[in-house]
């Protein structure tokens, strides 16, 4: 029962280096979604794809980028990583609409 | 911005006790979900409980039940029987039933204590 997996679960970069963060799921779902989670913040969507082909921005879109694979996998970019990137990142799945959504373990992410 | 609101930063129930955690949104939409997830210090994010709104009915999950109310836009999350393993993060979130927006906003969260 793998349901979103996420690579990696932790890293740290510098500074203006990039990085993709990897989300797969397994439940044939249509809708994808990536959140950062700050502390005393909530959980913050940042991208989302309603079905493959397809990418929208989030609250937090700024210094990202996303591609919808293939039904399965949406990736997470940053292309120049910045400490305001810090975060905790959840990526998340969702079938049918009125279905909840289905989240991934979180990757920490540390810029320095 | 349609948001949610949890007022309560911190609570704490002795174990076997009941607690409420609070939540309120603000949407123009008739028909939407409302889901409560917690969150482990393991850091998963897991569904307790979720709510359609056009459902006059509160819902229940064993020892998870929520009080709804439609028109104050209120939507607490009642625990009882309390146990150790409740000890976690609670959030509150609302999505959109219409394709398009159906995007989950979270609230900040209630960090709830269980005292033994």
């Known amino acids: 029962n793998a349901g979103v997996t996420q690579t990696p679960k932790f890293q740290v970069l510098k500074t203006g280096q990039s990085m993709t963060l990897q989300c797969a799921q397994d439940?044939?779902?249509?809708?994808m979604y990536w959140y950062r989670q700050d502390p005393g913040m909530g959980l913050r969507l940042i991208y989302y794809s309603a079905s493959e082909g397809t990418t929208d921005k989030g609250e937090v879109p700024n210094g990202y980028n996303v591609s919808r694979l293939n039904k399965r996998e949406f990736s997470l970019r940053l292309e120049s990583a910045a400490p305001s990137q810090t975060s905790v990142y959840f990526c998340a799945s969702r079938g049918l609409p009125n279905q909840p959504q289905h989240f991934g373990d979180g990757t920490r992410l540390s810029i320095l | 911005a349609q948001t949610v609101t949890q007022s309560q930063p911190e609570m704490s129930v002795q174990e076997a006790e009941t607690v409420t955690l609070s939540c309120t949104y603000d949407t123009s939409e008739s028909d939407y979900y409302l889901f409560w997830y917690k969150q482990p210090p393991s850091r998963q994010m897991i569904l307790v409980i979720r709510?359609?709104?056009?459902?006059?009915q509160n819902a229940t999950e064993n020892r998870f039940s929520v009080n709804f109310q439609k028109a104050a836009k209120s939507f607490s999350l009642k625990i009882s029987d309390s146990q150790l393993g409740d000890a976690a993060m609670y959030f509150c979130?609302?999505?959109?039933?219409?394709?398009?927006?159906?995007?989950?906003?979270f609230g900040t969260g209630t960090r709830l204590t269980i005292i033994p």
């Open positions: 979130a609302r999505a959109g039933s219409n394709f398009g927006n159906e995007k989950l906003t």
């Open positions: 709510q359609e709104a056009y459902k006059q």
């Open positions: 439940m044939n779902h249509n809708s």
